[in-house]
């Protein structure tokens, strides 16, 4: 093998391993790099073995066996390992190489890492990769963004690896500039957390209200894949829910409660704050999460806190369609929050981010991938500058269809004591978005009560603000007006 590589990956954990066969499959030359460079002569001597796949030792060596421009994919652990690879590596490229972070980075270090790189001269992609273990050999969902002159170089080979839809489009397309990337994989992994969370809820309901078996949760999950609701996630509930451990049990009932999170969800949140958006679902998903962690408390407060018993005594089959409609109505708002994160970022950051794009990068691929993009894609198609996916003709008609079974079951679950979260707030915020006056006003009277924070009035222009002598004992002085 004495030809250069055509590209060099540093990382041989799970998802660096399967990009290096993916790549391999379709082609490609592949360079091996991995700290410890005993992962890098086993897997030559394994998985790689009799492949177009060869062994780095060293980084300079890695580096000398590139065809030029030079392009290295780093999938070490997010943070401060990028950080010393990047320093490792810039002495060993030069003028116009590529170096490429797939791993799920922050991204404002992306914004960072694109200004310091391309300030060496050499180019850098932060580049969002969804799908698993699996995806990652077969095909993930793949979201580049950072050097826009770096992409005719890395394109090849991405759209090599990504996933198709049916008519052949590859599920990778340039993002944006700087961390546009690895922003819009943040906001994908924000809404896994919400559809994950919608799906327990909805499996939480059937188990304790309904008393269903395992078995007949597998059986509406399999339905529920076959129409509207098909995605990775219901498929793999559904497979889930039919696994038997060893005792011929369901395998799922004897998983601990307790949900681990790697972050991502939490940065779509704290971005959503800072930028101001309403992203209340994926919120409260997190914050589900938290409240697992705190199992010993939880079973604690058990015995001490009292509440209604779950039960139900009406029609089944009714109650489960009013259900599957209202995980779908939900999922519509999940979606409606993350794009409308999306657009801010975009506004706030100088991003020109294809909406519909990144819908037809989510639709084959990665864990959000589901047939109900194809319709967040025609939304967009229809109408570009469309501010809120719940104004689309396709959503809005399916929401109104959804709203009685919706506010049937966040209406039962409550009565039964049986937490929803995730299916309330999206209500909630549905509700909230289609209201005309709010209970903002008294809101904004109480803040220039305690604090002079003034108010605008609705028979006056907007931008004019007053301050009232609510007590008498004020003075005429306000505070200065601003919005965080």
Request: glycine share 12%.
């Amino acid at each position: 093998m004495d030809e250069l590589s055509d590209i060099g990956l540093i990382g041989l954990a799970v998802m660096g391993e399967n990009l290096v066969l993916n790549m391999e499959s379709k082609g490609y030359r592949v360079t091996v790099y991995n700290r410890t460079v005993q992962k890098v002569k086993d897997f030559i001597a394994g998985r790689a073995r009799g492949k177009n796949i060869r062994g780095a030792m060293t980084l300079e060596e890695l580096a000398g066996s590139l065809k030029r421009p030079r392009k290295v994919m780093i999938m070490v652990k997010a943070g401060k390992p990028v950080d010393e690879m990047i320093e490792a590596l810039l002495p060993y490229l030069e003028k116009g190489d590529i170096i490429i972070d797939g791993g799920n980075t922050h991204f404002p270090d992306t914004n960072r890492r694109t200004a310091y790189v391309e300030s060496k001269g050499l180019l850098y992609i932060g580049t969002g990769v969804s799908g698993g273990e699996e995806g990652a050999l077969l095909g993930p969902s793949i979201m580049p963004g950072g050097s826009p002159a770096a992409w005719p170089s890395v394109k090849p080979i991405f759209q090599a690896i990504a996933a198709k839809v049916e008519d052949g489009s590859p599920c990778c397309d340039w993002v944006g500039e700087n961390g546009a990337g690895h922003f819009v994989k943040m906001v994908h992994n924000g809404i896994e957390y919400g559809d994950m969370q919608l799906i327990c809820e909805a499996y939480q309901i059937m188990r304790d209200m309904l008393h269903l078996s395992a078995d007949e949760m597998h059986s509406i999950f399999r339905e529920w894949n076959e129409g509207e609701l098909n995605s990775y996630l219901i498929e793999i509930t559904r497979d889930i829910l039919a696994y038997k451990d060893e005792d011929g049990e369901p395998l799922v009932d004897k998983i601990l409660d307790t949900a681990g999170q790697k972050g991502t969800g939490k940065w779509t949140g704290v971005a959503a704050l800072d930028l101001g958006i309403p992203l209340t679902l994926i919120g409260e998903a997190v914050f589900s999460r938290c409240l697992s962690a705190i199992k010993d408390e939880r079973v604690m407060a058990s015995s001490l806190l009292t509440g209604p018993r779950p039960g139900f005594s009406g029609n089944v089959a009714g109650f489960i369609e009013n259900l599957r409609e209202a995980l779908y109505a939900s999922k519509i708002v999940s979606y409606a929050q993350g794009y409308s994160l999306m657009r801010a970022a975009a506004e706030e950051y100088g991003w020109k981010l294809n909406y519909g794009g990144i819908a037809l990068m989510w639709r084959g691929g990665c864990i959000i991938r589901s047939v109900f993009l194809g319709k967040i894609k025609e939304a967009f198609d229809n109408d570009p500058g469309i501010t809120n996916l719940l104004l689309d003709p396709f959503f809005r008609d399916k929401i109104d269809r959804a709203q009685n079974g919706w506010r049937a079951v966040v209406a039962a679950a409550t009565a039964g004591g049986i937490p929803v979260p995730a299916i309330a707030s999206a209500l909630c915020y549905f509700d909230g978005y289609r209201c005309e006056r709010l209970p903002a006003n008294l809101l904004q009277a109480q803040r220039d009560y305690f604090g002079a924070h003034t108010y605008e009035r609705i028979d006056r222009p907007r931008g004019e603000f007053f301050h009232t002598n609510w007590t008498g004992r004020g003075g005429t002085t306000a505070s200065s007006t601003y919005n965080v």
